[in-house]
Antibody, heavy 118, light 111 residues
């Protein structure tokens, strides 16, 4: 069965950096677009970024553009999110998700919490 | 403020039907058949319930159905059960630079 496991979250000071990872299994990772979606405490879902199968097509939400970088390693079945210049408003649970045929997110990881605070 | 508008809350009694609306614009909901719906229980990851407006993934109960009219999409849950109590989010592809937008979420209470 499809499994997505995020890691790398934690407490970081404003202006700091963090790298999230997502290990995928149970499907052919290289066949799917992948995405990061976040949810601030007590708030709704916010799409962050997605990456095409080979990594050549990448899109970001305006709120993270220029600060976050999405990447993937198909040989390692892994998705990454490099987060720089972190702000308090980036505090959220970050989910890794597989992108379905219709810009939907058909499988989700359990999420990893990122807290940006001094 | 979310790009797609959902009611903050809806409620219904067991066995009843409820509908959650999701209103966007011609740049998202109205312009594409790429509307999806997610169920999220407290402390859990979201789960895809409907994709491409009205399609159910394998394993999702046929009590859940989706539709769209103009710039508004809808999720209908029939035969409400206690386990349906959760937050529900819609999302859509958008022609804007954001590519994907979510609604603000709707809390469903089963009375």
């Amino acid at each position: 069965q499809v499994q997505l496991v995020e890691s790398g979250g934690g407490l970081v000071k404003p202006g700091g950096s963090l790298r999230l990872s997502c290990a995928a299994s149970g499907f052919t990772f290289s066949d799917y677009y992948m995405s990061w979606i976040r949810q601030a405490p007590g708030k709704g879902l916010e799409w962050v970024s997605y990456i095409s199968t080979g990594g050549s097509t990448i899109y970001y939400a305006d709120s993270v553009k220029g600060r976050f970088t999405i990447s993937r390693d198909n040989a390692k079945n892994s998705l990454y999110l490099q987060m720089n210049s972190l702000r308090a408003e980036d505090t959220a649970v970050y989910y890794c998700a597989r992108v379905g045929s219709g810009y939907d997110f058909d499988s989700w990881g359990q999420g990893t919490l990122v807290t940006v605070s001094s | 403020q979310s790009a797609l508008t959902q009611p903050a809350s809806v409620s219904g009694s067991p066995g009843q039907s409820i509908t959650i609306s999701c209103t966007g614009t011609s740049s998202d909901v109205g312009g594409y058949n790429y509307v999806s719906w997610y169920q999220q229980h407290p402390g859990k990851a979201p789960k895809l319930m409907i994709y491409e407006v009205s399609n159910r993934p394998s394993g999702v109960s046929n009590r859940f159905s989706g539709s769209k009219s103009g710039n508004t999409a809808s999720l209908t849950i029939s035969g409400l059960q206690a386990e349906d109590e959760a937050d529900y989010y819609c999302s859509s592809y958008t022609s804007s630079s954001t590519h994907v937008v979510f609604g603000g979420g709707t809390k469903l209470t089963v009375l």
